[in-house]
């Protein structure tokens, strides 16, 4: 991937992370489902994951998450 792409990808990256953060704190304000939480917690966890890489590439470096 050149530079460019790695950009655009970092940036949809990051708008994806604070959607699904967004929406997570949102429907999980009240007791919901143990499973559908933890599909969130998940999806929320590789999107950071797959951030971290494609940002590491560009000389961006993020903190560990820890699970």
Not at 2 to 22: G, I, P, R, V, Y
Not at 44 to 51: D, V
Not at 57 to 64: E, K, N, R, S
Request: glycine share 4%; hydrophobic share 30%.
């Amino acid at each position: 991937m050149n530079n460019t792409q790695l950009k655009e990808d970092h940036a949809k990256l990051e708008k994806l992370l604070k959607s699904q953060k967004d929406s997570h704190a949102t429907k999980f304000i009240h007791v919901a489902s143990e499973g559908a939480y933890r599909d969130s917690c998940e999806k929320i966890s590789n999107t950071y994951q797959r951030l971290c890489e494609v940002g590491e590439q560009l000389g961006i470096m993020y903190p560990v998450r820890m699970k």
